[in-house]
């Protein structure tokens, strides 16, 4: 097993997702198959070889700059209109700090 | 009219030269498309109010004696992850099913600017994350051509309406073959193009390293057209590319004798027959117009896939992270603190291929497993990349299946 279900709580924990303990179970079977298919790359060497970290490599260095000038911005109603609970031009989460 | 045969050039001949109206050709298609649609499930909403008042703009103009575009009375459907203003944009989730944007893609503000009518919301898996549509919240889309099996996916809808005849065009998104797999096993037209080449603005990100919008369309220069018309640099999206966009249907119809077209080897281990012999057929039907076929050799294609689901799913578990209860319409109701808020509204709101998805990339992208994953898969990205510079050195185009196999069954 590459992946145990107290492994697989401790990842849902990171993503913040709540699992049934059901889904818990399933969850390691199913990563623990894709993470042993995964396993292939290792069978590449890769040293020397420099990561992909930009899909556009033709591209100038600077080719993502402009100039920082204020554009349009939604009004704060309409950026709102899709929370589930908001108020005073706010979006609403239940209380963080405990008083 | 009939507008399931429809092309593109046809409706502008015929606007011009008055065999019909713009308003004529939306309103019947709107009408076929909600005739059709419960055969398919392909459409999740239809726009009836939005489509009129772009042929009613189309037909104004061509009252007046202006030019009205060159997608003028074209009835275009949407693949539901590409968001459109004022209209629900669901991404084929239970979490989003209340969403209204605030904002059109700029693939789709361009589409209407051209003229095309927006008719409906395709249908497609969940935050684009399949290949048969049945990962919908909102039920299968069977395959138009034959209704018991799958038209492919993720755009699985946008794929059937195309082959339904109940669209003209469609918009569609690729991340790992999700406008490719889909046209293929719905036999339309559908085109991935490069990376940068559309404004991904607008594309609810699922992987932004690989995401894609493209076209599908009836026929190779419908879909040239449609491309032409949204490809170009765009400020709202960094990474679009800034480099001319040319008129691509000019290139349709244009000899190809003397082009050298590559068969990469490895594209062909494990092909289904019926595929092999299609594909042999295509390959004949070239070399019959005077191309030149080579055998080429990409020799990590055995790596791709693995090395894809741990990219996509490393972003993908960034991306989905707003879906926090807090923007996006979705919120437990059990939820007494901001942790239970974050914890229940995506453990209820995601379907179980999101979830998977969302532990996958999370898991290889924490403290411990970095290097041995994201990083190892990125560095064999460069790999596969290098591939194919080199095939390109010696070949004007690539011929492989899309898919090893035809369209399979629902639940296969």
Redesign the interface.
């Known amino acids: 097993m590459k ?1 145990t279900e107290q ?2 709580r401790y ?2 924990g ?7 303990e059901q ?1 818990v179970g399933r ?1 390691a079977h ?2 623990d198959e ?2 042993t ?8 060497d ?1 040293a020397g ?5 930009q ?3 033709q ?1 100038e260095s600077n ?2 700059l ?1 100039p920082d000038t204020p554009g349009a911005t ?1 009004p704060n109603e ?2 709102l ?5 908001s108020g005073s031009g706010q ?1 609403k ?4 700090i405990e008083r | 009219m009939n507008v399931s045969t429809l092309t593109i050039g046809q409706i502008q001949q015929g606007l011009r030269a008055k065999s019909f109206s713009a308003t004529e050709v939306i309103q019947e298609a709107l009408r076929y498309a909600a005739a059709e649609n419960p055969k398919t499930n392909a459409y999740l909403l239809f726009s009836e109010e939005r489509a009129l008042a772009s042929a009613a703009e189309s037909d104004r103009r061509l009252a007046a004696g202006a030019d009205p575009g060159p997608l003028a009375g074209v009835p275009l459907a949407v693949k539901d992850v590409i968001v459109t203003r004022n209209l629900r944009t669901t991404c084929g989730s239970k979490l989003l099913q ?3 944007p ?2 059109d893609a700029t693939a789709v503000e361009r589409l209407e600017s051209a003229g095309a009518a927006v008719i409906g919301k395709a249908n497609c898996d969940e935050f684009a994350m399949g290949s048969s549509n049945e990962n919908s919240a909102y039920g299968p889309v069977r395959n138009p051509v034959a209704l018991d099996r799958v038209p492919g996916g993720s755009s699985g809808g946008s794929a059937a309406v195309v082959a339904q005849g109940t669209a003209v065009a469609s918009l569609g998104s690729d991340t790992g073959g999700s406008i490719r797999q889909p046209a293929s096993f719905c036999g339309v037209v559908g085109v991935t193009p490069t ?2 080449r559309v404004s991904r603005y607008g594309l609810v990100a699922f992987a932004s ?1 690989l995401d894609h919008i493209g076209p599908f369309a009836r026929t190779v220069k419908d879909a040239a057209v449609v491309l032409r018309e949204m490809a170009g640099r765009d ?1 709202h999206d ?2 679009s ?2 480099a001319p966009v040319p008129d691509y249907s000019a290139s349709c119809g244009q000899d190809v004798a003397g082009m050298t077209i590559g068969v990469p080897r490895e594209y062909f281990d494990g092909l289904n027959s019926e595929t092999g012999d299609q594909i042999q057929k295509g390959i004949q039907l070239l070399q019959a117009q005077g191309c030149k076929v080579v055998e080429v050799s990409l020799p ?1 294609t ?2 791709a ?3 894809y ?2 990219i996509c799913t490393a972003e993908a ?1 960034s991306n989905l ?1 707003r879906y ?8 437990s109701s059990g ?10 509204t ?3 709101g ?1 379907g179980a291929e999101c ?2 998805r ?3 990339g ?2 290889v992208l ?1 403290a411990g497993y970095y290097d041995a ?1 994201y ?9 596969i ?1 290098r591939d194919f510079q080199q095939a390109f050195e010696s070949v004007d185009a690539l011929i492989t299946p899309v898919s090893p196999f035809p369209a399979f069954k629902l639940g296969e």
Do not use: W
Not at chain 2, 335 to 344: K, P, V
């Open positions: 992946i492994e697989v990842v849902a990171l993503a913040h997702l709540q699992l049934t889904e969850m199913d990563l894709i993470l298919h995964v396993e292939k790359l290792n069978e590449i890769t070889v420099a990561p992909m970290a899909v556009l490599y591209a080719a993502t402009r939604l309409t950026a209109a899709n929370a589930p609970l979006f989460v239940p209380r963080v | 209340n969403f209204i605030p904002y990376y940068g390293s400020p960094a990474t590319a800034n990590h055995p790596y896939i693995a090395c689901y741990i578990s992270a926090d209860g807090v923007r996006y319409t979705s919120r939820a007494r603190s901001i942790g239970d808020m974050y914890n229940l995506r453990g209820e995601f979830k998977r969302i532990m996958l999370t898991y924490s994953y990083l190892k898969a990125q560095k064999v990205r460069s790999l990349a």
